[in-house]
Structures are given as structure tokens and as C-alpha cells.
């Protein structure tokens, strides 16, 4: 028994429940985007990140020689790129504990790294690095 005010009413639930469903729907759809956003932009700055101290530790490998001026280098397995430059930045100094025969010298290294080519962005890397003890004079 329905009244006459009653007819209609389950298609406006069910319109209703098609709307609420349908913005949930393209709520997810939203969040999942936004996810999909941020881990891309997280591989980018950690492919960026670990390029530009790839080119660090091989500048500090190569000390006591120059890289001068800076110099781009092969693509990593990613296809992120680095360029490395070196410089002594002071005199040789004496530390305590050495003779007065050795010396220690600081070498600055910059290291530029930049991701794969489908992204854009850059990242620097400078480390200063103590060398020595070298031996200098006559070590008599």
C-alpha cells in the first residue's frame, strides 16, 4: 500500500546514491594522482640527489689532482648526469701531531648533478676535503 505522495521517492534515492558515489569516485581519482605526483617528484630528487654525490666522491677520489673548470661526465645507469670540478683552496698547513716535515692542504670539490632527461631540476653537492699528511722539505 503506497500513498500517492510516495511515488518517485526510490528514484530520487537512487540518484542521490549515484551522486555521492560518483564524487567519491572522483575523489580517489584525485588522491591517487596527487600520490602519483609526489613519488615522481621524489625519484626525481633522489635520482638528482645521488648523481650530484656520485660527482663528489669521484672528485674526492681524484684529489690531489685538478678538475678545472668544471666537467661533465658519462650518464649514470639512470641516465642522470653529473659534472665535478676541483681546486686547492689554501696553503699547506701544519696539524698537531705531525712532524714539521708534512703538510695538510684543502682541496674544495662541486659537483652538479641533474636528472634523467625526462625531468628538469638540479642539485649541488660541495665538500671540503682535508689532505695529507704530505710529506714536504728536506726530512732530515
Given at each position: 500500500?503506497?500513498?500517492?505522495n510516495?511515488?518517485?521517492?526510490?528514484?530520487?534515492?537512487?540518484?542521490?546514491l549515484?551522486?555521492?558515489?560518483?564524487?567519491?569516485?572522483?575523489?580517489?581519482?584525485s588522491?591517487?594522482?596527487?600520490?602519483?605526483s609526489?613519488?615522481?617528484?621524489?625519484?626525481?630528487?633522489?635520482?638528482?640527489?645521488?648523481?650530484?654525490?656520485?660527482?663528489?666522491?669521484?672528485?674526492?677520489?681524484?684529489?690531489?689532482?685538478?678538475?678545472?673548470?668544471?666537467?661533465?661526465?658519462?650518464?649514470?645507469?639512470?641516465?642522470?648526469?653529473?659534472?665535478?670540478?676541483?681546486?686547492?683552496?689554501?696553503?699547506?698547513?701544519?696539524?698537531p701531531?705531525?712532524?714539521?716535515?708534512?703538510?695538510?692542504?684543502?682541496?674544495?670539490?662541486?659537483?652538479?648533478?641533474?636528472?634523467?632527461?625526462?625531468f628538469?631540476?638540479?642539485?649541488t653537492?660541495?665538500?671540503?676535503?682535508?689532505?695529507?699528511p704530505?710529506?714536504?722539505?728536506t726530512?732530515?
Amino acid at each position: 500500500m503506497t500513498t500517492s505522495n510516495e511515488r518517485g521517492s526510490a528514484l530520487i534515492i537512487t540518484l542521490m546514491l549515484l551522486v555521492i558515489l560518483t564524487a567519491i569516485g572522483i575523489y580517489a581519482i584525485s588522491i591517487s594522482t596527487t600520490e602519483m605526483s609526489i613519488a615522481l617528484q621524489s625519484k626525481r630528487g633522489t635520482a638528482t640527489l645521488n648523481s650530484a654525490d656520485s660527482g663528489a666522491n669521484f672528485g674526492i677520489d681524484l684529489i690531489p689532482s685538478f678538475i678545472d673548470p668544471l666537467q661533465c661526465f658519462p650518464p649514470l645507469a639512470d641516465n642522470s648526469v653529473y659534472c665535478v670540478g676541483s681546486r686547492m683552496t689554501g696553503n699547506m698547513t701544519l696539524k698537531p701531531g705531525f712532524g714539521a716535515n708534512y703538510r695538510f692542504t684543502d682541496f674544495e670539490v662541486d659537483s652538479t648533478g641533474t636528472p634523467p632527461p625526462q625531468f628538469v631540476g638540479q642539485r649541488t653537492v660541495q665538500a671540503v676535503v682535508n689532505y695529507g699528511p704530505v710529506p714536504v722539505g728536506t726530512m732530515y
